[in-house]
């Protein structure tokens, strides 16, 4: 994968999963009503949905750790915040939290975007 390519993933990732997270607590709300209203014991998709996203928000943020450590086109920071609002978003009922955090590692990501056209 390309550190280009790599770079997008990880803001877009990031940017989108951090407002999913913002609104998460107000749709698994809904969610948990609506499957109690209907009747059903499981588990809502929601929160399973949820959860995947905090563990890719956690481990994109590690991978970019790792991938852009030995280039210096992108600082550590934006890598460090999305381990941290993956790690946050992990403990119950502060993914809002993570949330935030997220978005803005991600948006420092694709602010770095310049950088790549400007190195060749």
Not at 36 to 54: E, F, H, Q
Request: charged share 10%; hydrophobic share 55%; aromatic share 4%.
């Amino acid at each position: 994968m390309k550190l280009k390519d790599l770079a997008v993933a990880n803001g877009i990732v990031g940017l989108a999963g951090g407002i999913v997270l913002l609104f998460g607590v107000f749709m698994v709300a809904g969610a948990a009503t609506s499957d109690i209203l209907i009747g059903g014991d499981s588990i809502s998709p929601m929160v399973i949905i949820l959860g995947c996203l905090k563990v890719a928000i956690l481990t994109l943020g590690i991978i970019g750790l790792t991938e852009f450590n030995k280039n210096p086109i992108i600082t550590k920071s934006p890598s460090v915040l999305l381990i941290v609002g993956g790690a946050i978003a992990l403990v119950p009922l502060l993914g809002w939290v993570g949330g935030i955090i997220s978005i803005v590692g991600g948006s420092m990501y694709l602010a770095n975007l310049k950088k790549f056209d400007d190195a060749k």
